[in-house]
């Protein structure tokens, strides 16, 4: 088991890779063991598992080198190659080292592989993801919007980190509620970069991806994302966290549901969106700017996103410093509560490898993907 830290590895006395103990100490939630066995990375106790998606299960852990809790997210080898995606945790990677040191991005600790499992340990966000702080605002008694002055811290950071991110020639492409962490002190951090994507100053990058309630026009019609699909994204993100509602609707159960029939829900509501009596003036206008069809348009719009009315009294240069207090602090009872996850989702489905004769078929590739991870 070789563990490699990243640069900024609070651990970590060196850049080389390191051995370490390839046990876990025994979790404190039923239904763990399995995970833990699988696991057998580094110096960590398990917790409990918070997410567990299509490839990756991402567990609480207790990393004792640094005393911290951290979030082990572990991905399937075998679901990486059956799907023809074995980079894509590598270009995670890459970007992730890329983008750091940032306030808002989510920090990589350090890496490490076993037979069956890539690993990353990442920075925790104990106040969940912004898709449970609309789901609680929904079941409370103050209605399901977010306040203006909350999405206005929210999307302040996002503006920075999209700032950021282009900045450094990537494209993020899947910027929802779902990839957007609060910290303990309720600041958002950008994680989930698995579709991230370095394209220069000016590129395009092609390949389908994303997630198609908050993919830009350009995205649906095949041509590929620029940075401007980012911007696309913010716009519905604002719009639905001021109105509980996507600005294109469409229902998920439709049978016809297609890019083109997201598509024709965009043509068919461009103009009328921007009435929902929920959005301000202000808040109309930087949401408009952001959801312009045009490419162009949208990101002369993005330049000037700063000096949007939307922003008007937000100090740009200030927010990096973390000095302001949130409108939202999660209510923690300690560094490991996970009160604020939700585990609706909590499926095990099998343990996700496949079978043998699958990754000796293909274990050139296997290995090479993977080698220097």
Known sequence: MTRRPSVDDPTSTSADAFTTPASLASPADSGMEDVAEAMGVGDTS????????????????????????????????????????????????????????????????????????????????????????????????????LAGEQVRFYASVLVLVLEHLHGKGFVYRDLKPDNVLLDERGYPLLCDFGTAVHVGSSGRALTITGTWEYAAPEQLEGRGATMAADWWALGVLCFECLTDGLPFPFAEDDATQSPAHVLECIARRVHTYKMAEQLSAAAADFVGGMLQTDERRRWEAALGARSAAFFAGVPWDAVPSRTATAPYVPDLRGPADTSNFSYADLRTDGDGDGDGEDLEDRGARHHAAWEAF
Request: charged share 20%.
């Open 46 to 145: 398990a917790v409990r598992t918070i997410n567990r998606g299509a490839f990756s299960t991402v567990t609480l852990v207790l990393d004792r080198m640094s005393g911290r809790y951290c979030a082990l997210k572990a991905t399937r080898k075998a679901d990486l190659l059956r799907t023809g995606a074995a980079l894509s945790v590598v270009r995670e990677k890459q970007a992730l080292l890329a983008l750091q040191p940032h306030p808002f991005v989510v920090q990589l600790f350090w890496t490490a592989q076993d037979a069956n499992h890539l690993y990353m340990l990442l920075q925790l966000g104990l106040g969940g993801d912004l898709r449970g702080v609309l789901l609680r605002r929904r079941q409370s008694s103050y209605g399901p919007a």
